[in-house]
Protein backbone atom coordinates (compact mmCIF):
# COMPACT_ATOMS: atom_id res chain seq x y z
CA UNK A 1 0.00 0.00 0.00
CA UNK A 2 1.61 3.26 -1.05
CA UNK A 3 1.05 6.75 1.44
CA UNK A 4 0.64 10.04 1.63
CA UNK A 5 3.01 12.52 2.19
CA UNK A 6 1.13 13.39 5.18
CA UNK A 7 0.84 10.09 6.41
CA UNK A 8 4.40 9.73 5.87
CA UNK A 9 5.31 12.63 7.53
CA UNK A 10 3.04 11.30 10.77
CA UNK A 11 4.83 8.41 10.87
CA UNK A 12 8.26 9.39 10.70
CA UNK A 13 7.36 12.18 13.47
CA UNK A 14 6.17 9.03 15.98
CA UNK A 15 9.18 7.24 14.55
CA UNK A 16 11.43 9.99 15.71
CA UNK A 17 9.67 10.65 19.10
CA UNK A 18 10.67 7.26 19.69
CA UNK A 19 14.10 7.21 18.98
CA UNK A 20 15.88 5.79 22.20
CA UNK A 21 17.94 8.71 23.06
CA UNK A 22 17.06 8.64 26.67
CA UNK A 23 21.06 8.03 27.54
CA UNK A 24 23.73 9.42 29.64
CA UNK A 25 25.04 11.48 30.43
CA UNK A 26 22.20 13.60 29.72
CA UNK A 27 24.40 16.86 28.43
CA UNK A 28 25.06 15.03 25.67
CA UNK A 29 21.37 13.02 25.16
CA UNK A 30 19.03 15.99 25.91
CA UNK A 31 20.20 17.93 23.57
CA UNK A 32 19.99 15.49 20.72
CA UNK A 33 16.49 15.12 21.91
CA UNK A 34 15.74 18.94 21.76
CA UNK A 35 17.34 19.01 18.07
CA UNK A 36 15.30 16.52 16.67
CA UNK A 37 11.90 17.20 17.91
CA UNK A 38 12.17 20.81 16.83
CA UNK A 39 9.63 19.57 13.76
CA UNK A 40 10.78 21.12 10.31
CA UNK A 41 9.53 20.17 7.08
CA UNK A 42 11.24 16.11 7.41
CA UNK A 43 11.78 16.23 3.89
CA UNK A 44 14.54 14.28 3.58
CA UNK A 45 12.97 11.22 5.13
CA UNK A 46 9.66 12.02 3.20
CA UNK A 47 11.19 12.40 -0.21
CA UNK A 48 13.14 8.60 0.72
CA UNK A 49 10.00 6.55 1.72
CA UNK A 50 7.96 8.47 -1.13
CA UNK A 51 10.78 7.03 -4.11
CA UNK A 52 10.78 3.74 -1.94
CA UNK A 53 6.99 3.05 -2.26
CA UNK A 54 6.93 5.00 -5.79
CA UNK A 55 9.40 1.70 -7.28
CA UNK A 56 7.92 -0.62 -5.34
CA UNK A 57 9.12 -1.20 -1.88
CA UNK A 58 7.32 -1.83 1.77
CA UNK A 59 7.50 1.87 3.52
CA UNK A 60 8.82 0.03 6.52
CA UNK A 61 11.75 -0.93 4.54
CA UNK A 62 13.02 2.39 3.83
CA UNK A 63 11.86 4.12 7.18
CA UNK A 64 15.28 3.66 9.64
CA UNK A 65 17.23 4.86 6.76
CA UNK A 66 14.91 7.46 6.18
CA UNK A 67 15.33 8.23 10.11
CA UNK A 68 19.34 8.09 9.61
CA UNK A 69 19.25 11.09 6.89
CA UNK A 70 16.90 12.60 9.33
CA UNK A 71 19.13 12.54 11.93
CA UNK A 72 22.35 13.32 9.72
CA UNK A 73 20.69 16.47 8.39
CA UNK A 74 20.07 18.08 11.86
CA UNK A 75 23.58 16.85 12.75
CA UNK A 76 24.57 19.68 10.27
CA UNK A 77 22.31 22.25 11.44
CA UNK A 78 23.84 21.63 14.68
CA UNK A 79 27.27 21.85 13.50
CA UNK A 80 26.01 24.80 11.37
CA UNK A 81 24.78 27.02 13.82
CA UNK A 82 28.25 27.12 16.04
CA UNK A 83 30.03 27.97 12.87
CA UNK A 84 27.64 30.61 11.49
CA UNK A 85 26.86 31.45 15.33
CA UNK A 86 23.02 31.80 14.33
CA UNK A 87 21.03 32.22 17.89
CA UNK A 88 17.68 30.97 16.37
CA UNK A 89 16.44 28.21 14.34
CA UNK A 90 12.82 27.39 13.91
CA UNK A 91 11.67 29.91 16.14
CA UNK A 92 13.51 28.63 18.72
CA UNK A 93 17.28 28.73 20.27
CA UNK A 94 20.01 26.60 18.71
CA UNK A 95 21.88 24.20 20.91
CA UNK A 96 25.14 25.80 20.96
CA UNK A 97 23.17 28.86 22.25
CA UNK A 98 20.89 27.08 24.59
CA UNK A 99 24.04 25.05 26.09
CA UNK A 100 27.28 25.57 24.89
CA UNK A 101 29.74 25.16 21.65
CA UNK A 102 31.48 22.31 23.15
CA UNK A 103 27.84 20.25 24.06
CA UNK A 104 26.64 20.99 20.24
CA UNK A 105 30.04 19.56 18.88
CA UNK A 106 30.06 16.51 20.83
CA UNK A 107 25.85 16.06 20.59
CA UNK A 108 26.24 16.27 16.63
CA UNK A 109 28.99 14.03 16.91
CA UNK A 110 27.24 11.48 18.06
CA UNK A 111 23.63 12.30 16.09
CA UNK A 112 26.56 11.52 12.95
CA UNK A 113 27.24 8.27 14.19
CA UNK A 114 23.98 7.75 15.26
CA UNK A 115 22.42 8.24 11.81
CA UNK A 116 24.45 5.18 10.09
CA UNK A 117 23.58 3.36 12.94
CA UNK A 118 19.97 3.94 11.88
CA UNK A 119 21.30 3.77 8.05
CA UNK A 120 22.59 -0.15 8.97
CA UNK A 121 19.20 -1.05 9.80
CA UNK A 122 18.33 -1.48 6.63
CA UNK A 123 18.10 -4.66 5.47
CA UNK A 124 18.50 -3.79 1.70
CA UNK A 125 20.93 -6.25 -0.86
CA UNK A 126 22.16 -3.20 -1.97
CA UNK A 127 23.59 -1.61 1.54
CA UNK A 128 27.26 -1.09 0.57
CA UNK A 129 25.92 1.27 -2.47
CA UNK A 130 23.55 3.17 0.18
CA UNK A 131 26.44 3.24 2.29
CA UNK A 132 28.62 4.61 0.01
CA UNK A 133 26.73 7.20 -1.25
CA UNK A 134 25.39 8.23 2.13
CA UNK A 135 29.62 8.91 2.88
CA UNK A 136 29.96 10.49 -0.32
CA UNK A 137 27.29 12.94 0.58
CA UNK A 138 28.21 13.52 4.05
CA UNK A 139 31.61 14.40 2.33
CA UNK A 140 29.93 16.94 0.02
CA UNK A 141 27.72 18.12 2.55
CA UNK A 142 31.10 19.25 4.96
CA UNK A 143 32.44 20.85 0.92
CA UNK A 144 29.80 23.53 0.56
CA UNK A 145 29.43 24.43 4.28
CA UNK A 146 33.02 24.77 3.83
CA UNK A 147 32.96 26.63 0.59
CA UNK A 148 29.83 28.79 1.70
CA UNK A 149 31.73 29.93 4.69
CA UNK A 150 34.46 30.98 1.99
CA UNK A 151 32.46 33.14 -0.16
CA UNK A 152 31.83 35.41 3.04
CA UNK A 153 35.32 36.91 2.72
CA UNK A 154 36.01 35.87 -0.71
CA UNK A 155 35.84 39.28 -2.75
CA UNK A 156 34.25 38.22 -6.08
CA UNK A 157 31.52 34.54 -6.68
CA UNK A 158 30.82 33.61 -9.57
CA UNK A 159 27.20 32.56 -10.07
CA UNK A 160 28.58 28.93 -11.03
CA UNK A 161 30.45 28.49 -8.25
CA UNK A 162 27.76 29.97 -6.05
CA UNK A 163 25.32 26.94 -7.74
CA UNK A 164 28.22 24.42 -6.64
CA UNK A 165 28.25 25.53 -3.76
CA UNK A 166 24.91 25.12 -2.56
CA UNK A 167 24.48 21.72 -4.94
CA UNK A 168 26.90 20.45 -2.41
CA UNK A 169 25.67 22.42 0.82
CA UNK A 170 21.77 21.60 0.18
CA UNK A 171 20.94 19.28 -3.30
CA UNK A 172 22.78 16.09 -2.65
CA UNK A 173 21.30 15.39 0.25
CA UNK A 174 17.92 15.52 -1.30
CA UNK A 175 19.20 13.40 -4.13
CA UNK A 176 20.82 10.82 -2.11
CA UNK A 177 17.64 10.74 -0.03
CA UNK A 178 15.50 10.20 -3.52
CA UNK A 179 18.34 7.96 -4.50
CA UNK A 180 18.52 5.83 -1.37
CA UNK A 181 14.80 4.97 -1.36
CA UNK A 182 15.17 3.97 -5.24
CA UNK A 183 18.08 1.34 -4.16
CA UNK A 184 15.76 -0.06 -1.46
CA UNK A 185 13.31 -0.82 -4.35
CA UNK A 186 16.61 -2.51 -5.88
CA UNK A 187 15.86 -0.36 -9.12
CA UNK A 188 18.55 -0.15 -11.75
CA UNK A 189 21.45 1.53 -11.95
CA UNK A 190 20.22 4.13 -14.35
CA UNK A 191 17.50 4.82 -12.87
CA UNK A 192 18.37 5.19 -9.64
CA UNK A 193 21.08 8.05 -11.06
CA UNK A 194 18.05 9.07 -12.92
CA UNK A 195 16.17 9.88 -9.57
CA UNK A 196 19.27 11.50 -8.03
CA UNK A 197 20.13 13.95 -11.27
CA UNK A 198 16.05 14.60 -10.57
CA UNK A 199 16.95 15.53 -6.94
CA UNK A 200 19.97 17.47 -7.76
CA UNK A 201 17.69 19.86 -10.23
CA UNK A 202 14.99 19.72 -7.33
CA UNK A 203 17.60 20.86 -4.49
CA UNK A 204 18.85 23.68 -6.34
CA UNK A 205 15.28 24.80 -7.27
CA UNK A 206 14.64 24.75 -3.88
CA UNK A 207 17.51 26.60 -2.40
CA UNK A 208 17.17 29.29 -4.89
CA UNK A 209 13.80 29.72 -4.27
CA UNK A 210 14.44 30.18 -0.69
CA UNK A 211 16.95 32.65 -1.37
CA UNK A 212 13.96 34.81 -3.41
CA UNK A 213 11.48 34.26 -0.20
CA UNK A 214 14.09 35.83 2.01
CA UNK A 215 13.80 38.66 0.08
CA UNK A 216 10.12 38.61 -1.38
CA UNK A 217 7.82 36.79 0.98
CA UNK A 218 5.56 37.26 3.28
CA UNK A 219 6.77 37.53 6.98
CA UNK A 220 4.56 35.78 8.22
CA UNK A 221 3.85 32.72 5.38
CA UNK A 222 7.69 32.12 5.48
CA UNK A 223 8.01 31.95 9.31
CA UNK A 224 11.36 33.96 9.70
CA UNK A 225 12.58 37.69 9.26
CA UNK A 226 12.34 38.68 5.57
CA UNK A 227 15.53 40.50 4.43
CA UNK A 228 17.89 38.92 6.83
CA UNK A 229 20.02 37.72 3.88
CA UNK A 230 20.34 41.31 2.49
CA UNK A 231 20.98 42.25 6.40
CA UNK A 232 23.73 40.13 7.03
CA UNK A 233 25.28 40.99 2.95
CA UNK A 234 25.08 36.82 2.42
CA UNK A 235 26.30 36.36 -1.35
CA UNK A 236 23.06 34.53 -2.34
CA UNK A 237 21.76 33.86 -5.76
CA UNK A 238 20.28 37.59 -6.32
CA UNK A 239 22.91 39.17 -4.45
CA UNK A 240 25.17 37.82 -7.41
CA UNK A 241 23.01 37.99 -10.22
CA UNK A 242 22.13 42.11 -9.28
CA UNK A 243 25.87 42.65 -9.49
CA UNK A 244 26.43 40.42 -13.26
CA UNK A 245 23.45 42.55 -14.15
CA UNK A 246 24.24 46.13 -12.80
CA UNK A 247 25.97 48.49 -14.84
CA UNK A 248 29.05 50.46 -13.19
CA UNK A 249 26.57 53.30 -11.81
CA UNK A 250 24.15 50.57 -10.57
CA UNK A 251 27.39 48.40 -8.99
CA UNK A 252 28.10 51.62 -7.23
CA UNK A 253 24.53 51.77 -5.89
CA UNK A 254 24.56 48.13 -4.86
CA UNK A 255 27.50 48.72 -2.92
CA UNK A 256 26.14 52.00 -1.44
CA UNK A 257 22.86 50.04 -0.60
CA UNK A 258 24.49 47.11 1.43
CA UNK A 259 26.74 49.39 3.61
CA UNK A 260 23.90 50.81 4.61
CA UNK A 261 23.31 50.43 8.69
CA UNK A 262 19.45 50.92 9.10
CA UNK A 263 18.48 47.32 8.43
CA UNK A 264 14.71 48.46 7.45
CA UNK A 265 16.28 50.93 5.06
CA UNK A 266 19.05 48.90 3.76
CA UNK A 267 16.37 46.21 3.04
CA UNK A 268 13.98 48.44 1.32
CA UNK A 269 16.61 50.31 -0.82
CA UNK A 270 18.44 46.65 -1.71
CA UNK A 271 15.23 45.21 -2.93
CA UNK A 272 14.29 48.47 -5.19
CA UNK A 273 17.48 47.91 -6.53
CA UNK A 274 16.68 44.48 -7.36
CA UNK A 275 13.29 45.64 -8.91
CA UNK A 276 14.98 47.75 -11.09
CA UNK A 277 17.67 45.35 -12.15
CA UNK A 278 15.06 42.25 -12.52
CA UNK A 279 16.73 39.91 -9.91
CA UNK A 280 13.59 38.72 -9.04
CA UNK A 281 12.25 37.72 -12.50
CA UNK A 282 15.70 36.46 -13.45
CA UNK A 283 16.03 34.15 -10.07
CA UNK A 284 12.27 32.60 -11.16
CA UNK A 285 13.13 32.04 -14.40
CA UNK A 286 16.39 30.07 -13.39
CA UNK A 287 14.06 28.14 -10.81
CA UNK A 288 11.78 27.60 -13.83
CA UNK A 289 14.00 26.00 -15.80
CA UNK A 290 15.72 23.99 -12.89
CA UNK A 291 11.73 22.79 -12.99
CA UNK A 292 11.72 22.62 -16.25
CA UNK A 293 14.23 20.00 -16.31
CA UNK A 294 13.25 18.33 -13.72
CA UNK A 295 9.77 17.31 -14.76
CA UNK A 296 11.44 14.96 -17.66
CA UNK A 297 11.95 12.61 -14.58
CA UNK A 298 8.33 11.72 -14.57
CA UNK A 299 7.99 11.34 -18.55
CA UNK A 300 10.44 8.97 -18.34
CA UNK A 301 9.64 6.49 -15.64
CA UNK A 302 10.00 2.93 -16.03
CA UNK A 303 7.34 0.69 -17.68
CA UNK A 304 4.44 -0.41 -14.59
CA UNK A 305 5.70 2.76 -12.29
CA UNK A 306 2.13 4.48 -11.89
CA UNK A 307 1.66 6.33 -8.57
CA UNK A 308 4.29 9.17 -9.10
CA UNK A 309 2.07 11.76 -8.21
CA UNK A 310 2.93 12.24 -4.29
CA UNK A 311 6.72 12.25 -4.94
CA UNK A 312 5.61 14.96 -7.62
CA UNK A 313 3.23 16.63 -5.00
CA UNK A 314 5.75 17.32 -2.57
CA UNK A 315 8.53 18.21 -4.96
CA UNK A 316 6.50 20.75 -7.00
CA UNK A 317 5.42 22.28 -3.58
CA UNK A 318 9.64 23.14 -3.02
CA UNK A 319 9.63 25.29 -5.97
CA UNK A 320 6.28 26.83 -6.02
CA UNK A 321 5.70 30.48 -5.85
CA UNK A 322 4.43 31.23 -2.33
CA UNK A 323 3.57 35.13 -2.97
CA UNK B 1 52.91 -14.20 6.20
CA UNK B 2 52.53 -12.62 9.32
CA UNK B 3 54.45 -8.88 10.20
CA UNK B 4 55.84 -7.45 12.82
CA UNK B 5 54.83 -4.39 14.81
CA UNK B 6 57.10 -1.93 12.96
CA UNK B 7 56.38 -3.19 9.20
CA UNK B 8 52.77 -3.08 9.64
CA UNK B 9 53.70 0.98 11.41
CA UNK B 10 55.19 1.35 8.51
CA UNK B 11 52.31 0.23 5.51
CA UNK B 12 50.48 2.10 7.68
CA UNK B 13 52.15 5.41 7.60
CA UNK B 14 53.00 4.97 3.84
CA UNK B 15 48.88 4.06 3.06
CA UNK B 16 48.03 7.29 5.36
CA UNK B 17 50.41 9.33 3.07
CA UNK B 18 48.86 8.06 0.13
CA UNK B 19 44.80 8.71 0.97
CA UNK B 20 43.76 11.07 -1.68
CA UNK B 21 42.96 14.50 0.78
CA UNK B 22 43.94 17.03 -1.94
CA UNK B 23 40.09 17.86 -2.34
CA UNK B 24 38.52 21.06 -2.64
CA UNK B 25 37.50 23.63 -0.83
CA UNK B 26 41.45 23.59 0.39
CA UNK B 27 40.56 25.26 4.08
CA UNK B 28 38.50 21.52 4.17
CA UNK B 29 41.49 19.59 3.35
CA UNK B 30 44.66 20.56 4.32
CA UNK B 31 43.43 20.38 8.07
CA UNK B 32 42.84 17.29 7.47
CA UNK B 33 46.30 16.13 6.26
CA UNK B 34 47.64 18.42 8.56
CA UNK B 35 45.62 16.23 11.13
CA UNK B 36 46.30 13.13 9.67
CA UNK B 37 50.38 13.57 9.19
CA UNK B 38 51.41 14.47 12.79
CA UNK B 39 52.50 10.52 13.36
CA UNK B 40 51.92 9.39 16.20
CA UNK B 41 52.00 5.68 17.68
CA UNK B 42 49.34 4.26 15.04
CA UNK B 43 48.46 2.16 17.95
CA UNK B 44 44.61 1.37 16.93
CA UNK B 45 45.29 0.17 13.03
CA UNK B 46 48.85 -1.26 14.41
CA UNK B 47 46.54 -3.87 16.85
CA UNK B 48 44.21 -4.16 13.95
CA UNK B 49 46.05 -5.43 11.80
CA UNK B 50 48.15 -7.46 14.11
CA UNK B 51 44.90 -9.11 15.96
CA UNK B 52 43.78 -9.73 11.87
CA UNK B 53 46.57 -11.78 11.24
CA UNK B 54 47.01 -13.34 14.35
CA UNK B 55 43.62 -14.90 13.55
CA UNK B 56 44.87 -15.84 10.12
CA UNK B 57 43.38 -13.34 8.01
CA UNK B 58 45.70 -10.81 5.24
CA UNK B 59 46.91 -7.65 6.53
CA UNK B 60 45.77 -6.64 3.07
CA UNK B 61 42.00 -7.63 4.19
CA UNK B 62 42.51 -4.98 7.12
CA UNK B 63 44.25 -2.57 5.94
CA UNK B 64 41.45 0.16 4.98
CA UNK B 65 39.60 -0.46 8.29
CA UNK B 66 42.57 -0.16 10.20
CA UNK B 67 43.25 3.39 8.70
CA UNK B 68 39.36 4.21 9.10
CA UNK B 69 39.89 3.61 12.66
CA UNK B 70 43.01 5.67 12.59
CA UNK B 71 41.46 8.63 10.31
CA UNK B 72 37.87 8.05 13.59
CA UNK B 73 40.31 8.61 16.10
CA UNK B 74 42.41 11.66 14.79
CA UNK B 75 39.00 13.08 13.93
CA UNK B 76 38.17 12.95 17.77
CA UNK B 77 41.44 14.66 18.96
CA UNK B 78 40.70 17.74 16.34
CA UNK B 79 37.24 18.12 18.18
CA UNK B 80 38.59 17.28 21.37
CA UNK B 81 41.30 20.19 21.70
CA UNK B 82 38.69 22.77 20.23
CA UNK B 83 36.79 21.57 23.17
CA UNK B 84 39.42 21.30 25.71
CA UNK B 85 40.86 24.31 24.65
CA UNK B 86 44.42 22.75 23.77
CA UNK B 87 46.78 24.89 21.70
CA UNK B 88 49.46 21.75 21.29
CA UNK B 89 49.21 18.28 19.88
CA UNK B 90 52.36 16.11 19.53
CA UNK B 91 54.16 19.38 19.65
CA UNK B 92 52.76 21.26 17.15
CA UNK B 93 49.43 23.55 17.00
CA UNK B 94 46.15 21.63 17.18
CA UNK B 95 43.94 22.45 13.87
CA UNK B 96 41.19 24.67 15.76
CA UNK B 97 44.22 27.09 17.06
CA UNK B 98 46.30 26.82 13.63
CA UNK B 99 43.12 27.85 12.10
CA UNK B 100 39.66 28.35 13.10
CA UNK B 101 36.99 26.43 15.39
CA UNK B 102 34.95 26.32 12.43
CA UNK B 103 38.17 24.43 10.16
CA UNK B 104 38.47 22.43 12.89
CA UNK B 105 34.50 21.39 13.67
CA UNK B 106 33.72 20.66 9.57
CA UNK B 107 37.24 18.92 9.10
CA UNK B 108 36.63 16.87 11.93
CA UNK B 109 33.04 15.77 10.81
CA UNK B 110 34.50 15.08 7.01
CA UNK B 111 37.49 12.82 8.73
CA UNK B 112 34.07 11.20 10.91
CA UNK B 113 32.34 10.46 7.36
CA UNK B 114 35.51 9.74 5.67
CA UNK B 115 36.66 6.98 8.84
CA UNK B 116 33.20 5.19 7.31
CA UNK B 117 33.87 5.20 3.23
CA UNK B 118 37.78 3.63 4.80
CA UNK B 119 35.77 0.89 6.81
CA UNK B 120 32.95 -0.28 4.30
CA UNK B 121 36.26 -0.60 1.36
CA UNK B 122 37.15 -3.74 3.68
CA UNK B 123 34.89 -6.89 1.90
CA UNK B 124 34.56 -8.92 5.09
CA UNK B 125 31.12 -11.00 5.03
CA UNK B 126 31.28 -9.63 8.80
CA UNK B 127 30.74 -6.13 7.56
CA UNK B 128 27.68 -5.47 9.07
CA UNK B 129 29.43 -6.54 12.51
CA UNK B 130 31.95 -4.29 12.07
CA UNK B 131 30.10 -1.35 11.05
CA UNK B 132 27.58 -1.92 14.16
CA UNK B 133 30.65 -1.95 16.43
CA UNK B 134 32.07 1.13 15.33
CA UNK B 135 28.79 3.11 15.38
CA UNK B 136 28.22 1.85 19.19
CA UNK B 137 32.18 2.91 19.63
CA UNK B 138 31.92 6.08 17.77
CA UNK B 139 28.96 6.94 20.53
CA UNK B 140 30.37 5.84 23.42
CA UNK B 141 33.61 7.98 22.84
CA UNK B 142 31.63 10.63 22.54
CA UNK B 143 29.80 9.74 25.35
CA UNK B 144 32.94 9.80 27.65
CA UNK B 145 34.25 13.12 26.08
CA UNK B 146 30.93 14.38 27.68
CA UNK B 147 31.82 12.44 30.97
CA UNK B 148 35.22 14.10 31.08
CA UNK B 149 34.08 17.81 30.81
CA UNK B 150 31.09 16.95 33.25
CA UNK B 151 33.76 15.68 35.73
CA UNK B 152 35.75 19.16 35.44
CA UNK B 153 32.55 20.98 36.82
CA UNK B 154 31.63 18.05 39.10
CA UNK B 155 32.53 18.83 42.91
CA UNK B 156 32.81 14.93 43.67
CA UNK B 157 33.95 11.96 41.27
CA UNK B 158 34.10 8.49 42.57
CA UNK B 159 37.24 6.09 40.91
CA UNK B 160 34.24 3.76 39.35
CA UNK B 161 32.78 6.96 37.40
CA UNK B 162 36.54 7.69 36.58
CA UNK B 163 37.28 4.62 35.61
CA UNK B 164 33.69 4.30 33.84
CA UNK B 165 34.68 7.30 32.16
CA UNK B 166 38.20 6.19 30.51
CA UNK B 167 36.46 3.29 29.55
CA UNK B 168 34.36 4.98 27.14
CA UNK B 169 37.05 7.51 26.05
CA UNK B 170 39.95 4.97 25.76
CA UNK B 171 39.40 1.85 25.91
CA UNK B 172 36.40 0.71 23.56
CA UNK B 173 38.05 2.00 20.31
CA UNK B 174 41.07 0.05 21.39
CA UNK B 175 38.82 -3.36 22.26
CA UNK B 176 36.99 -1.92 19.18
CA UNK B 177 39.99 -2.18 16.87
CA UNK B 178 41.05 -5.60 18.19
CA UNK B 179 37.96 -7.09 17.65
CA UNK B 180 37.12 -5.47 13.78
CA UNK B 181 40.84 -7.44 13.06
CA UNK B 182 38.98 -10.70 14.63
CA UNK B 183 35.79 -9.97 12.74
CA UNK B 184 37.94 -9.70 9.41
CA UNK B 185 39.71 -12.61 10.56
CA UNK B 186 36.02 -14.07 10.60
CA UNK B 187 36.60 -16.10 14.21
CA UNK B 188 33.70 -17.15 16.29
CA UNK B 189 31.52 -14.30 18.31
CA UNK B 190 33.29 -16.04 21.31
CA UNK B 191 36.53 -15.80 20.80
CA UNK B 192 35.93 -12.16 19.03
CA UNK B 193 34.10 -10.64 22.62
CA UNK B 194 37.04 -12.00 24.43
CA UNK B 195 39.79 -9.74 21.98
CA UNK B 196 37.04 -7.24 22.85
CA UNK B 197 37.75 -7.49 26.62
CA UNK B 198 41.36 -7.71 26.56
CA UNK B 199 41.38 -4.64 24.66
CA UNK B 200 39.07 -2.98 27.36
CA UNK B 201 41.67 -4.67 29.92
CA UNK B 202 44.23 -3.47 28.06
CA UNK B 203 42.86 0.30 27.19
CA UNK B 204 42.30 1.44 31.23
CA UNK B 205 45.47 -0.05 31.86
CA UNK B 206 46.99 2.34 29.32
CA UNK B 207 45.36 5.20 30.46
CA UNK B 208 46.10 4.72 34.17
CA UNK B 209 50.08 4.58 32.71
CA UNK B 210 49.43 7.90 30.86
CA UNK B 211 48.26 9.17 34.12
CA UNK B 212 50.70 8.11 35.96
CA UNK B 213 53.36 9.39 33.67
CA UNK B 214 52.02 12.87 33.40
CA UNK B 215 52.86 13.04 37.12
CA UNK B 216 56.25 10.88 36.93
CA UNK B 217 57.92 10.23 34.19
CA UNK B 218 61.38 11.70 32.94
CA UNK B 219 59.84 14.82 30.63
CA UNK B 220 62.43 13.78 27.31
CA UNK B 221 61.23 10.28 27.33
CA UNK B 222 57.42 11.02 27.63
CA UNK B 223 57.59 13.50 25.53
CA UNK B 224 55.42 16.43 27.03
CA UNK B 225 55.43 18.82 29.76
CA UNK B 226 55.00 16.98 33.28
CA UNK B 227 52.80 17.40 35.99
CA UNK B 228 50.15 19.35 33.41
CA UNK B 229 47.26 17.21 34.89
CA UNK B 230 48.04 18.25 38.33
CA UNK B 231 48.33 22.04 36.98
CA UNK B 232 45.41 21.60 35.61
CA UNK B 233 43.77 20.24 38.61
CA UNK B 234 42.53 16.94 36.03
CA UNK B 235 40.51 14.62 37.80
CA UNK B 236 42.63 11.72 37.16
CA UNK B 237 42.95 8.09 38.40
CA UNK B 238 46.13 9.55 40.81
CA UNK B 239 43.69 12.71 41.77
CA UNK B 240 40.86 10.95 43.01
CA UNK B 241 43.02 7.87 44.89
CA UNK B 242 44.75 10.93 46.92
CA UNK B 243 41.59 12.08 47.93
CA UNK B 244 40.39 8.83 48.70
CA UNK B 245 43.10 7.54 50.63
CA UNK B 246 43.70 10.81 52.66
CA UNK B 247 42.86 11.28 55.99
CA UNK B 248 40.63 15.02 57.02
CA UNK B 249 44.51 16.50 57.53
CA UNK B 250 45.96 15.34 54.31
CA UNK B 251 42.32 16.25 51.99
CA UNK B 252 42.79 19.98 53.64
CA UNK B 253 46.53 19.71 52.60
CA UNK B 254 45.54 18.02 48.85
CA UNK B 255 43.53 21.01 48.59
CA UNK B 256 45.82 23.50 49.10
CA UNK B 257 48.12 22.48 46.96
CA UNK B 258 45.43 22.28 43.91
CA UNK B 259 45.14 26.10 44.82
CA UNK B 260 48.81 27.20 44.01
CA UNK B 261 49.31 29.57 41.76
CA UNK B 262 52.80 29.04 41.03
CA UNK B 263 53.31 25.52 38.62
CA UNK B 264 56.32 24.21 39.77
CA UNK B 265 56.12 24.54 43.31
CA UNK B 266 52.28 23.39 42.36
CA UNK B 267 53.66 20.03 41.05
CA UNK B 268 56.29 19.81 43.68
CA UNK B 269 53.82 20.44 46.34
CA UNK B 270 51.28 17.60 44.68
CA UNK B 271 53.55 14.95 44.17
CA UNK B 272 55.26 14.99 47.54
CA UNK B 273 51.41 14.19 48.64
CA UNK B 274 51.28 11.57 46.35
CA UNK B 275 54.00 9.83 47.60
CA UNK B 276 53.17 10.54 51.33
CA UNK B 277 49.92 9.05 50.37
CA UNK B 278 51.11 6.27 48.34
CA UNK B 279 49.19 7.05 45.50
CA UNK B 280 51.98 5.91 42.33
CA UNK B 281 52.15 2.46 43.88
CA UNK B 282 48.22 2.39 44.51
CA UNK B 283 47.87 3.12 40.78
CA UNK B 284 51.03 1.09 39.43
CA UNK B 285 48.67 -2.46 41.74
CA UNK B 286 45.62 -1.45 39.50
CA UNK B 287 47.78 -0.83 36.25
CA UNK B 288 49.33 -4.78 37.54
CA UNK B 289 45.69 -5.74 38.26
CA UNK B 290 44.28 -4.94 34.75
CA UNK B 291 47.37 -6.42 33.31
CA UNK B 292 46.95 -9.39 34.92
CA UNK B 293 43.42 -10.05 33.95
CA UNK B 294 44.52 -9.21 30.46
CA UNK B 295 47.29 -11.82 30.25
CA UNK B 296 45.04 -15.03 30.69
CA UNK B 297 43.77 -13.95 27.28
CA UNK B 298 46.79 -15.38 25.54
CA UNK B 299 46.51 -18.65 27.63
CA UNK B 300 43.16 -18.73 26.29
CA UNK B 301 43.79 -18.52 22.35
CA UNK B 302 42.00 -21.05 20.05
CA UNK B 303 43.80 -23.63 18.90
CA UNK B 304 46.03 -23.38 16.47
CA UNK B 305 46.58 -19.63 17.12
CA UNK B 306 50.64 -19.44 17.38
CA UNK B 307 52.24 -16.33 16.54
CA UNK B 308 50.92 -14.26 19.10
CA UNK B 309 54.11 -12.62 20.32
CA UNK B 310 54.24 -9.67 18.13
CA UNK B 311 50.45 -8.46 19.81
CA UNK B 312 51.59 -9.28 23.22
CA UNK B 313 54.71 -7.18 22.81
CA UNK B 314 53.01 -4.37 21.53
CA UNK B 315 50.36 -4.39 24.39
CA UNK B 316 52.83 -4.92 27.07
CA UNK B 317 54.64 -1.88 26.26
CA UNK B 318 51.36 0.02 26.99
CA UNK B 319 51.19 -0.97 30.26
CA UNK B 320 55.04 -1.28 31.11
CA UNK B 321 56.61 1.57 33.53
CA UNK B 322 58.64 3.54 31.51
CA UNK B 323 60.14 5.40 34.34
Redesign the interface.
Known amino acids: MKHTADQIRRTIEETIARLPLE???P??YQPIRYAMSQGGKRLRPTLLILAAEMYGAEAQDAIWPAIGLEVFHNFTLV?DD??DQSPIRRGVETVYKKWT???A??S???M???A??LL?RSESSR??EI??LF??T??EV??G???D??FESQEVVSIDEYMRMIRLKTAVLLAASLKTGALIADVERNEADRIYDFGICIGLAFQLMDDLLDVYSDEALFGKKTGNDIVTNKKTFLYLKAFELANARQKQELEQAFSTSSPVEKVTTVRALYDELGVRDATLNEIQRLHQISESFFDNLPAGISQSDELHKVTLGLVERKF
Chains 1, 2 share one sequence.
Do not use: K, W
Open positions: GEPLLHIMSSVILGDTFALYDIIRLHNRAICEQQLMD
